[in-house]
């Protein structure tokens, strides 16, 4: 099955610095990359999501990449502010299956620093 | 909308005893999940149904059941509480199987067993 490795489990970045998230994936059939943000105490959350026939997707301060060829995806997030701290998911979905067939990464818990 | 509810927030059960999660949603999804979420773990998906009365394994199901008797709720079943189902637990519904069909997640009920 697929295994999706997220590094760092934990980063610090002073306030208004960038912040980077990476995952790899391990099936090259994986055409689907959401990543999640949670707040404590909260559930989950979309923030960002990239297909495999995309490179790049921005919305706002946050950007996603995607380089097919290695098998890894970014998550970079400018100009960081208070209430980005939260722990971030990565996941990867196979092509032809749906959620239930999406893994995760193992997080990772991004403080920043006033 | 309420989204996704899960009750209740925290529980402390011991080895042996029997207890449901509750799981509600108002946003009028066929498919809800459920997931548990261990440090450095990630999330890993329990059960799953695609509708009223179907219900599936997801990857981790062994000590659990769950019912779907209406397209609201989702609850999950643990028969013997043990020590290894310590964790997070988290209720997920989407539109579609799609996975370009985001999940929304409850906020989670932190579940000990001692």
């Known amino acids: 099955g697929e295994n999706v490795e997220q590094h760092p489990s934990t980063l610090s970045v002073q306030e208004g610095d960038s912040a980077v998230i990476k995952c790899t994936y391990s099936?090259?059939?994986?055409?689907?990359f959401p990543w999640y943000k949670q707040e404590l105490g909260k559930g989950p959350q979309l923030i960002i999501d990239i297909r495999s026939n995309v490179g790049e997707k921005k919305d706002q301060r946050i950007a996603v990449t995607l380089n097919k060829t290695a098998k890894h995806f970014s998550l970079h997030i400018t100009e960081t502010q208070p209430e980005d701290s939260a722990v971030y998911f990565c996941?990867?979905?196979?092509?032809?299956?749906?959620?239930?067939?999406?893994?995760f990464g193992t997080g990772t818990r991004l403080t920043i620093i006033p | 909308n309420a989204g996704v509810t899960q009750t209740p927030k925290f529980r402390i059960l011991k080895i042996g005893q029997s207890m449901t999660l509750q799981c509600a949603q108002d946003m009028n999804h066929n498919y809800m999940y459920w997931y548990r979420q261990d440090p450095g773990m990630g999330l890993k998906l329990i059960y799953y149904s695609v509708g009223a009365g179907i219900t599936d394994k997801g990857e981790v199901p062994n000590g659990y059941n769950v019912s779907r008797s209406t397209t609201e709720d989702f609850p999950l079943r643990l028969e013997l509480a043990a020590p290894s189902q310590t964790s997070v637990y988290f209720c997920?519904?989407?539109?579609?199987?799609?996975?370009?069909?985001?999940?929304?997640f409850g906020n989670g009920t932190r579940l000990t067993v001692t």
């Open positions: 997920a519904s989407s539109y579609s199987l799609d996975e370009y069909s985001p999940l929304h």
């Open positions: 996941a990867a979905s196979l092509r032809n299956f749906g959620n239930e067939k999406l893994t």
């Open positions: 099936d090259s059939a994986s055409n689907y």
